[in-house]
């Protein structure tokens, strides 16, 4: 009786896993299928649409990238290692744009940084320098929902690192900056470049905030899911043109994750 219960756990459990797999790998089974059966699906690829989207999003994700590793490294530190008036308050805030719809986190960019926004429109009253609807709208989109992503990882990581090995490199005479390249950021590397890979995807699939603070003007803020947004909306693309786009983000994705792994598993084999 024992065994036939058993087993009969062990096949739902099967089922269940199996229904769960077929619901995340049908949809993506779908795209290949659709740009199977489009035969100009392969020559969208090609267009200056797609072109200038991919380049734009690709560097803009990457410089978003590289933001939030310069400035959400410390501040992931800080978090991790001190204790400080207002730090829960500070976690809080780093945590929202996660839990948030992107397009409210659009809608503050406007109220703070748009023309009649709270530092916006001082800054172009001196300046004459707008924020929104331009490639730095996007960069600024892209940082705000992505860098906590970057933070997170990176302060579980700091937290990981046994503080007593920093203690020892201390009294050896190392100083702090010292330590911290030379033991805590190798004992945390893992999760850094999870953190990474983490804010670079999702800088590459912002859309919500970039249409509201950036626009979608091709060739200056339309990055790849705008194009996809606008191939839907009756543009030259079409539905084929937003099954091109997104294969790209799809291989893009797969790539960046296949190298997360290869270097993660590098890492705990060293």
């Known amino acids: 009786m024992r065994v036939s219960g058993d087993r009969a756990a062990t ?3 099967v089922l269940l896993a199996a229904v769960f797999t077929l619901f995340f790998l049908l949809p993506f089974a779908g795209l290949v299928d659709r740009a199977i059966q489009d035969g100009n699906t392969w020559e969208l690829l090609r267009t200056e649409t797609v072109r200038k ?25 800080l978090l991790a ?19 948030l719809p992107p397009t409210v986190a659009g809608v503050a960019l406007l109220t703070a940084f748009g023309r009649r926004g709270l530092i916006g429109e001082p800054i172009e009253a001196w300046t004459g320098f707008t924020f929104g609807f331009r490639t730095t709208a996007v960069v600024m ?7 906590p992503f970057y933070v997170r990882a990176a302060k579980s ?17 190392a100083s702090r900056v010292r330590t911290f390249v030379r033991i805590t950021a190798p004992q945390a590397w893992p999760a850094l470049v ?13 859309l ?18 705008l194009a996809v947004i606008s191939a839907f909306e009756g543009s030259s693309l079409g539905l084929s043109g937003a099954v091109a786009l997104s294969l790209i983000l799809l291989a893009a994705a797969m790539v960046v994750m296949v190298a997360f792994r290869l270097a993660a598993a590098r890492g705990s084999t060293a």
């Open 11 to 13: 096949a739902t459990i």
């Open 157 to 173: 990581g700091f937290e990981s690192v046994d503080p007593q090995l920093e203690r020892v490199a201390y009294t050896l005479g």
């Open 208 to 225: 919500g905030a970039t249409l509201i603070f950036a626009g979608n003007l091709e060739g200056r803020t339309q990055t790849m899911p």
């Open 141 to 147: 989109a892209q940082l705000l929902v992505a860098a």
């Open 53 to 77: 989207a991919l380049v734009l999003s690709l560097w803009t994700s990457t410089l978003t990238a590289f933001i939030a590793v310069v400035l959400g490294t410390p501040v992931a530190y």
């Open 194 to 206: 999870a953190g990474l890979v983490l804010c670079w995807s999702r800088a590459m699939g912002e």
């Open 81 to 99: 290692r001190a204790r400080f008036p207002g730090r829960a308050v500070v976690d809080a805030f780093i945590d929202l744009p996660i839990v």
